[in-house]
């Protein structure tokens, strides 16, 4: 073929030759074995990858051989991109009131009807070795194939070149195939009338506000496997398109599933539509030219797309598709009743997996989510014995937290649009990337007022609630999300050059400046379309920036920019009136984050490299005096502390290197890791060493395995697309691009021996340690804002967050939400020890009866009298709130069940008893002084009484899993180290918590037992308690 887009590719892969296959060496295959399960099935060669890994670099040798002549396709475009593609086509239209006709075309079933022909056209189209057809070629020839039947095997059928129905590359070599008819028909629709172009609304109108509104995009064809949707304004060019797709495939013996496919019309409907389209197709008659155009008539749907079993852009639809999930979810049949931690398993592997991937191709909105929580409660309690249903919240917070641990929708759904709205606008696929751009722009410029709605000022804008169909829902849920977090989690512009460059529309700057200044002078839309029409259209066009002390403002020309016309001319009057509206207007107004983002990419890069080498010169730290290698050597570090702060922690990272020079730096990030810290000091080596020749020594091996790939050092973005700290290896890719990356050698870490590179290390991880010590003053790290993605996620608290966004959003929301319900006495988490629970008896033991009470303990749902009395619940039998066990106290209250009640005085005293004996078996207990000793048994042993002191609010409250505040008990000198200290301390908290709620447990079950009543309801039979 030698259609345009077909010659390009041929040109662009000729520029880049495709080597292939591409053969692996150990260190390669050794990296991609630490990828995946750690131990999946064998094979069907019966070989374990755990046996794999063990084997030495010469027998590995053996295995790479083999690995070199399999065939594997990389993964690419995710199925979220491409309903979040629709989704954004379908809005658009919606959005600017466009016709939008389309065609869901489904193939026939069956990758054997696909000639592999096809394959080969578009191998040899796009340039790629022939060896790829050879090989292909010679795997279909004279296949054997056997047939089962209830009689046994049939003799076998010799099959010669079929593509296989089952074959891994099958669904590979139909991608090829419909892509070579996919760029055929998109240089046919070249200028065609009828073809969907999807433009920003200011384009539309003429007016480019900023330069997102110079982007365009064609949409002729959306395509997955063997399903694909045609799209036109027009019928006529649908018809055009579909029949020269028809053709196009059948030569290849691939036919459409006419009775699947269905026709769309979407954005602006007629108000009388077509019940079904007629469109051209081949005619497959026996006796009948093919090439004749025969009409199939197809069903026209009005109320949206569907694609992949999603209907796009409704989360009506799929909320109730999650419900319908959780309502089919059933356990296996038990002797007993199933314990809470088994059903939790159960219910994460049938149901949380299918749920999750369910939002992933469409989220939900928040109100629908938290309605999906109380709906898996719900099913959780009607397995349970209790009366009243407990709180979502209480089951779905972590165990840290004071939950039970099980995986909230809303925060999963929260996460997952928060992640798919990066994804979209920083997409590796450009198609993708400027569909979400375009969306993007609209919001901004028509529906915002021109304030860019993912950071400062437009977070604080909430959405209409008419904006569902113009604007994509995950989208919508993802900035209600980020603007209740707290902290408010922004999506920052790494690059706003155009800024000052003055590439901003009149129009955007004065909507901008009267947003963030509303005292500024109003000015209509007549005088900025006169001015347009002279030429005057940017802010380059009338002034520049100007610094005036620490702030930049805009400074317009003194004059009229343009040659008066006459006297009845009204531009210089509409100059003076916009030229006064935008006069000292703040540059910080136009974005939001730091100044040194106005700067290009580039330039700022070069100004780190250099405040690198500038400090370098200023510390004066000595250079390494262990040279006893005739190539010169560096060597780097990092180190964090604490070492395993969590998320919402401060943290201290620092990165040091080491060799001709040295030098120290600080990454100021509360969303740094190790990672950032030892990446860093490899930036810092590449920077003051420069060249390729020098030797850098690291101890950071994932680092190591990754510089080593030629194709990471040649450009390639793929390995850190996704990667934790990936604008630090993108600056290390720079310098690997401009032949300046040294060559990075793994060295095993605190090794102790007198080998130069030990000795460097040791080095390396002195001056990393010793910057930790307080009172020493480190230069900051330079952030590489110029090698992040173009939207990054940014808080105030954090800084750059790079990391796992999903797990950031689920963290911090379970922050928000324990805080939230904190200022309840049962969760009032903060009045008593803060260490985290152990997880096992929430989460792995084999009988969970005390988690279950401590559910329905902390949601404030055990049936005691005065809660039964005060629901007016008579169907219980209770008329009276004395206590059921006789001991004659008038309220049967929780606090008397578990801490007064003198009927379980004995179980009690039995376990205050037990807790001491255990304490007594501690080894650091016997260390300490006997005063410190006795108050802390004695303190355990009446734990369970308001005897004991340290209850913050003198009153016990063990039931609810609290344990009072323990560091008074054991004083800071009482051990050598903190450390030791810390891990005392967390042992006694485990022991005192797991007794806690095992005497919970024990006295309620006692408690009900002795109380029980029959009650007959017919959707849940008997009841207990």
């Known amino acids: 073929m030698t259609t345009p887009s077909v010659v390009e590719v041929r040109r662009r892969i000729a520029q880049d030759p495709f080597i292939w296959p591409r053969l692996a060496d150990v260190q390669s295959f050794r990296a991609m074995l630490q990828r995946g399960n750690a131990r999946p099935s064998p094979g069907p060669d019966g070989w374990e990858k755990w046996c794999v890994k063990a084997l030495s670099d010469t027998a590995l040798t053996r295995v790479v051989a083999l690995h070199n002549y399999e065939v594997a396709a990389q993964q690419g475009v995710q199925t979220r991109d491409l309903t979040s593609f629709l989704a954004g086509v379908q809005c658009w239209a ?11 075309r489904d193939q026939m079933k069956g990758f054997d009807y696909l000639a592999p022909e096809g394959f080969y056209d578009a191998v040899r189209a796009y340039g790629l070795p022939e060896s790829i057809i050879k090989l292909d070629q010679s795997a279909q020839a004279r296949n054997r194939c056997f047939i089962r039947t209830a009689y046994g095997f049939t003799d076998p059928i010799v099959v010669d070149g079929v593509t296989k129905q089952g074959a ?40 480019h506000h900023t330069p997102a509104d110079r982007l365009a995009l064609t949409v002729t064809m959306v395509e997955a496997t063997d399903d694909s949707y045609i799209f036109a304004t027009k019928l006529d060019t649908l018809d055009f398109i579909c029949l020269t797709l028809e ?15 269905r026709g769309y019309i979407i954005g602006a409907v007629p108000a009388n539509p077509p019940a079904t389209f007629r469109l051209g197709s081949v005619t497959t008659d026996a006796g009948v030219d093919p090439m004749t155009v025969s009409k199939r008539d197809v069903a026209v749907v009005t109320d949206g797309l569907y694609f992949m079993n999603t209907k796009i852009n409704d989360s009506a639809a799929r909320a109730e598709l999650v419900r319908s999930i959780i309502d089919n979810f059933s356990l296996p049949s038990f002797s007993v009743r199933a314990p809470l931690t088994v059903i939790r398993r159960a219910f994460e592997q049938q149901v949380m997996s299918k749920i999750r991937a369910v939002l992933t191709m469409q989220p939900v909105t928040a109100t629908e989510a ?32 004071h939950g039970l641990g099980w995986t909230s929708i809303a925060r999963l759904n929260a996460s997952l649009a928060v992640e798919g709205l990066a994804r979209d606008l920083n997409h590796h696929v450009p198609a993708y990337r400027t569909m979400a751009n375009i969306t993007l722009a609209d919001w901004t410029c028509e529906r915002n007022d021109c304030v860019y709605p993912f950071d400062a000022v437009g977070l604080k804008k909430t959405i209409h609630s008419n904006s569902k169909n113009s604007l994509p829902i995950a989208w919508i849920v993802a900035h209600d999300t980020m603007r209740t977090m707290r902290p408010t989690l922004h999506l920052r512009r790494t690059d706003v050059s155009w800024v000052l460059d003055g590439d901003v529309s009149l129009t955007h700057a004065l909507k ?50 343009r040659v008066q016309s006459g006297r009845a001319d009204p531009g210089p009057a509409r100059w003076q009136e916009v030229a006064q509206a935008i006069a000292g207007l703040p540059i910080s107004a136009m974005f939001d984050g730091p100044v040194d983002l106005l700067v290009t990419r580039d330039l700022r890069r070069r100004r780190a490299e250099e405040y690198i080498r500038a400090v370098a010169r200023l510390e004066s730290l000595p250079a390494a005096q262990i040279q006893d290698s005739p190539t010169t050597m560096w060597a780097t570090d990092g180190s964090m502390v604490p070492a395993s702060a969590a998320r919402h922690q401060e943290r201290s990272v620092a990165a040091a290197v080491t060799g001709p020079a040295t030098v120290v730096l600080k990454v100021k990030s509360r969303a740094a890791s190790i990672l950032h810290g030892e990446v860093m000091a490899l930036v810092a080596a590449a920077v003051l060493s420069g060249d390729s020749q020098h030797r850098v020594l690291s101890d950071h091996q994932n680092s190591v395995r990754l510089l080593s790939d030629p194709l990471f050092r040649a450009g390639d973005d793929q390995k850190v697309r996704r990667a934790n700290g990936r604008s630090y290896y993108r600056w290390l890719q720079y310098a690997g691009v401009e032949q300046k ?41 330079p952030i590489p804002t110029f090698s992040m993605d173009e939207f990054t996620f940014h808080t105030d608290d954090d800084g750059w967050i790079e990391a796992n966004i999903r797990a950031h959003v689920v963290h911090f929301l379970s922050l928000q939400t324990a805080s939230d319900i904190g200022g309840k006495h049962r969760m009032a988490t903060r009045l008593y020890d803060v260490r985290e629970p152990p997880e096992y008896p929430y989460l792995k033991a084999y009988r969970a009866y005390s988690a279950v009470v401590q559910l329905y303990a902390r949601s404030g749902q055990l049936p005691t009298a005065t809660t039964i009395v005060a629901r007016k619940d008579w169907d219980a039998g209770l008329l009276s709130e004395d206590c059921r066990m006789e001991c004659g106290c008038s309220l049967e209250t929780e606090y008397h ?25 501690l080894g650091e207990v016997e260390t300490l002084t006997e005063d410190v000793r006795t108050r802390l048994l004695d303190s355990a042993e009446f734990f369970f009484s308001s005897k004991l002191d340290s209850w913050p609010l003198k009153s016990s409250q063990y039931w609810l899993g609290h344990v009072p505040v323990l560091d008074g008990f054991i004083p800071k000198d009482a051990f050598n180290s903190a450390l030791t200290r810390r891990r005392v301390l967390h042992k006694i908290f485990t022991e005192w918590h797991y007794a806690s709620i095992r005497l919970t447990g024990r006295i309620w079950g006692d408690f009900t037992r002795r109380t029980a009543r029959r009650f007959t309801n017919e959707k849940r039979g008997p009841r207990q308690g």
């Open 94 to 104: 919606f959005r600017h009131k466009v016709t939008v006709y389309a065609l869901q």
């Open 168 to 207: 891994s590359l099958s669904p590979t070599k139909s991608a090829f195939t419909t892509s070579l008819g996919h760029r055929y028909i998109d240089d046919l629709c070249i200028q065609r009338p009828g073809v969907l172009t999807l433009q920003t609304k200011m384009a539309e109108s003429g007016d």
């Open 247 to 261: 053709r196009f495939q059948y030569v290849y013996g691939w036919l459409t599933q006419w009775a699947k496919s």
């Open 370 to 401: 938290t309605a999906l929580d109380s709906k898996v409660m719900s099913r959780v309690h009607q397995m349970m014995t209790f009366r009243y249903c407990p709180s979502s919240t209480i089951l779905t917070l972590p165990v840290g937290l």
């Open 512 to 561: 901008v400046a009267k947003a963030v200044e509303p005292t500024r002078p109003q000015v209509g839309a007549t005088a900025t379309a006169v001015l347009r029409r002279r030429g005057i259209q940017t802010l380059a066009d009338c002034g520049a920036w100007v610094k005036r002390g620490e702030r930049i403002e805009f400074a317009p020309l003194s004059t009229y920019p």
């Open 741 to 781: 990356l040294p060559n990075v050698v793994y060295t095993r870490g605190h090794a102790d021996t007198e080998e130069v590179e030990s000795r460097f290390n040791t080095l390396a991880d002195y001056y990393a340690t010793r910057s930790q010590d307080e009172g020493l003053t480190i230069p900051d790290a």
């Open 897 to 921: 069940v578990f801490v007064e009640c003198p009927f379980f005085d004995n179980m009690r005293a039995e376990a205050g008893a037990a807790l001491r004996k255990r304490l007594e078996r």
